[in-house]
């Protein structure tokens, strides 16, 4: 993807963003993981085109414990919404579509330092 922008009275210099595909697919695992919470080594996800519109498939266990809540249908909806927003904000990319699928649980410990 490249990013054209002018420059002008703004002070921005003119020139290229170029993202590859592999840093927004990295920027989605992260935006996945976060919202997921999760570590990043626990989530996998794959990017495809449909139409000029990113599909994300995003694999993560289920977060359980730490204070975590709501239903997994809450979580996916998090997750998704979160992966479209940073994605959209972060990479000027449009998403039409985010599937979760979970594989496993993720126990957050919810020991405290004292």
């Known amino acids: 993807m490249t990013i054209t922008e002018p420059g002008g009275a703004d002070g921005r210099v003119p ?3 170029r993202i590859s595909a592999r840093a927004v697919e990295r920027l989605a695992a992260y935006l996945a993981r976060d919202a997921g919470h ?8 794959r990017l495809a085109d449909a139409a000029g519109a990113l599909t994300v498939a995003v694999t993560l266990p289920v977060a359980v414990g730490g204070g975590v809540t709501g239903t997994v249908a809450e979580r996916s909806a998090e997750v998704r919404g979160h992966v479209i ?3 959209r904000d ?7 579509r ?3 699928r ?3 649980v993720h126990r957050i410990s919810g020991r405290r330092a004292l």
């Open 90 to 96: 972060l990479a000027g990319r449009t998403v039409g």
């Open 98 to 100: 985010v599937d979760v």
């Open 38 to 45: 999760v570590p990043a080594g626990r989530v996998a996800v």
């Open 102 to 104: 979970y594989a496993g």
């Open 15 to 17: 020139g290229t963003t």
């Open 85 to 87: 927003a940073g994605l």
